[in-house]
T-cell receptor, first 115, second 116 residues
Framework: AQSVTQLDSQVPVFEEAPVELRCNYS??????LFWYVQYPNQGLQLLLK??????LVKGINGFEAEFNKSQTSFHLRKPSVHISDTAEYFC?????????????FGTGTQLKVEL | DTGVSQDPRHKITKRGQNVTFRCDPI?????LYWYRQTLGQGPEFLTY????????KSRLLSDRFSAERPKGSFSTLEIQRTEQGDSAMYLC??????????????FGEGSRLTVL
């Protein structure tokens, strides 16, 4: 089984400042990793994913994340945030085998961008 | 619009009533998932289907919950004798079968249930 820990429940940041949202995972097998964003009263939208290859992955809206196997982390970063980035961000993990494409999610990090 | 569609978007009901949610997945996706999300939490897996077969159910899916996908297309999630603890957002997602897709799930907008 896999699990995800998002250490920060809320991250306030000023507009145009950089941000990092932390995600650590636990798994006994190799994994795929995902970041999703959720705006109020909406479903989840994929930001980016790591399946294999380069450990630095780039996603939509200027976000990127780095897979670090030794630290079992997949932190999300953006060099300069915009007010429209205010949303809930979820890290998710899936094992290579079994469970269909079932994802296990973390508890989320609320990013609040302030002027 | 070829995304995942859920209906209704909002449902308010009284405790003890039955409710049913419908999900229409992306047409070429043969896997369909139901998740539940409570306030301040991440989505929690409930169950998933491959075509019409229900392949896995979470322990969260009590016997008051039943999900079906009779023809391998749309799915329904029914909650019988609702309780206030059932208040949540119910999310549906779909994906191609593993090996034919990139591993991600495509989510609908969700159905928010409020039990009074």
């Amino acid at each position: 089984a896999q699990s995800v820990t998002q250490l920060d429940s809320q991250v306030p940041v000023f507009e145009e400042a950089p941000v990092e949202l932390r995600c650590n995972y636990s798994s006994s097998v190799s994994v795929y990793l995902f970041w999703y964003v959720q705006y109020p009263n909406q479903g989840l939208q994929l930001l980016l994913k790591y399946l294999s290859g380069s450990t630095l992955v780039k996603g939509i809206n200027g976000f990127e994340a780095e897979f670090n196997k030794s630290q079992t982390s997949f932190h999300l970063r953006k060099p300069s945030v915009h007010i429209s980035d205010t949303a809930e961000y979820f890290c998710a993990v899936r094992g290579f085998t079994g469970g269909g494409n079932k994802l296990t999610f973390g508890t989320g990090t609320q990013l609040k961008v302030e002027l | 619009d070829t995304g995942v569609s859920q209906d209704p978007r909002h449902k308010i009901t009284k405790r003890g009533q039955n409710v049913t949610f419908r999900c229409d997945p992306i047409s070429e996706h043969n896997r369909l998932y139901w998740y539940r999300q409570t306030l301040g939490q991440g989505p929690e897996f409930l169950t998933y289907f491959q075509n019409e077969a229900q392949l896995e159910k979470s322990r969260l899916l009590s016997d008051r919950f039943s999900a079906e996908r009779p023809k391998g297309s749309f799915s329904t999630l029914e909650i019988q004798r609702t309780e206030q603890g059932d208040s949540a957002m119910y999310l549906c997602a779909s994906s191609p079968q593993a090996g034919g897709g990139t591993g991600e799930l495509f989510f609908g907008e969700g159905s928010r249930l409020t039990v009074l």
